[in-house]
């Protein structure tokens, strides 16, 4: 554990949702990762292979509510559109820990992130997931809250583009799922996601799995996630798509890339 003394004095005055690189005493260059977030003050630093950690103090009445206050006006700074917002901090050391952390818990490596041009967007302090074109261009994104308890969790462009097919990866038939992280993690996992962002699917989703010839409806297992999945798979056989509603014990995004294989290899 590193000493207090040692990194305190330049991570003290972070606000929630800051870090930053700095000198170190153990030698030149600027080694040291000091971070702040809501449980707390955070330090890493490479050379010495080391971190070390200051609880927060207990949050007031009056700080709560400013610190709602900033986040919400970090989140009207988001576009209403299609284009991603900025700036764009890539750099994943420079992320809030619980940022790097719910991605990490995912299944998400350090080169996943940046194939996927995933990036910390500090003035909403969210992480955001674009959704881009074959050409590289973002057709919609969506800011994530990687808090615990922070509303909205989500926010994007709206109303959503009418013919958005947030897809991943190439396969017989495509998968439905809740989420963007869990359709990506299908993709990766050599099948084929697509993100119905609520829980009902689009006309123009409608007609490409149509086209296809059915799909696979694979939504969280709690309940909320199984209503959603009732709503898509009777929006389905209304029109007579072939479809099969998949139940796992945890989210898509947190089953391994060889266990989303195993699954999907066996459904539609």
Same mark, same amino acid.
């Given at each position: 554990?590193?000493?207090? &003394?040692?990194?305190?004095?330049?991570?003290?005055?972070? &606000?929630?949702?800051?870090?930053?690189?700095? @000198?170190?005493?153990?030698?030149?260059?600027?080694?040291?990762?000091?971070?702040?977030?809501?449980?707390?003050?955070?330090?890493?630093?490479?050379?010495?292979?080391?971190?070390?950690?200051? @609880?927060?103090? !207990?949050?007031?009445?009056?700080?709560?509510?400013?610190?709602?206050?900033?986040?919400?006006?970090?989140?009207?700074?988001?576009?209403?559109?299609?284009?991603?917002?900025?700036?764009?901090?890539?750099? *994943?050391? %420079?992320?809030?820990?619980?940022?790097?952390?719910?991605?990490?818990?995912?299944?998400?490596?350090?080169?996943?992130?940046?194939?996927?041009?995933?990036?910390?967007?500090?003035?909403?302090?969210?992480?955001?997931?674009?959704?881009?074109?074959? &050409?590289?261009?973002?057709?919609?994104?969506?800011?994530?809250?990687?808090?615990?308890?922070?509303?909205?969790?989500?926010?994007?462009?709206?109303?959503?583009? @009418?013919?958005?097919? !947030?897809?991943?990866?190439?396969?017989?038939?495509?998968? %439905?799922?809740?989420?963007?992280?869990?359709?990506?993690?299908?993709?990766?996992?050599?099948? &084929?996601?697509?993100?119905?962002?609520?829980?009902?699917?689009?006309?123009?989703?409608?007609?490409?799995?149509?086209?296809?010839?059915?799909?696979?409806?694979?939504?969280?297992?709690?309940?909320?996630?199984?209503?959603?999945?009732?709503?898509?798979? !009777?929006?389905?056989?209304?029109?007579?798509?072939?479809?099969?509603?998949?139940?796992?014990?945890?989210?898509?995004? %947190?089953?391994?890339?060889?266990?989303?294989?195993? *699954?999907?290899?066996?459904?539609?």
């Amino acid at each position: 554990m590193l000493s207090r &003394e040692s990194w305190w004095p330049s991570a003290k005055d972070l &606000e929630i949702g800051q870090q930053k690189r700095v @000198p170190h005493d153990c030698g030149d260059g600027s080694p040291l990762i000091v971070s702040r977030d809501d449980r707390g003050w955070h330090a890493y630093c490479f050379r010495c292979v080391d971190n070390g950690w200051a @609880p927060a103090p !207990a949050e007031s009445l009056a700080q709560k509510l400013a610190r709602i206050e900033k986040q919400r006006q970090g989140d009207a700074t988001l576009p209403g559109g299609c284009n991603l917002p900025w700036p764009q901090e890539r750099d *994943i050391d %420079l992320w809030p820990e619980d940022a790097k952390l719910w991605l990490y818990k995912a299944g998400f490596s350090r080169a996943d992130i940046g194939t996927l041009r995933i990036f910390y967007h500090p003035v909403s302090d969210r992480v955001v997931i674009p959704v881009l074109s074959a &050409e590289g261009a973002s057709v919609f994104y969506q800011a994530r809250a990687y808090q615990k308890g922070r509303t909205p969790k989500y926010l994007g462009p709206t109303p959503k583009p @009418p013919k958005l097919l !947030a897809c991943w990866g190439r396969a017989r038939k495509p998968t %439905l799922t809740e989420d963007l992280l869990s359709a990506i993690k299908i993709g990766l996992s050599g099948e &084929e996601g697509w993100c119905v962002l609520g829980t009902r699917i689009s006309d123009h989703m409608l007609s490409q799995v149509m086209a296809r010839g059915g799909a696979n409806v694979f939504l969280d297992p709690d309940p909320p996630g199984q209503r959603g999945a009732a709503k898509i798979m !009777a929006q389905l056989r209304a029109y007579g798509v072939p479809c099969r509603n998949i139940i796992a014990d945890r989210d898509p995004k %947190l089953l391994t890339r060889t266990q989303l294989k195993e *699954i999907l290899s066996c459904s539609l």
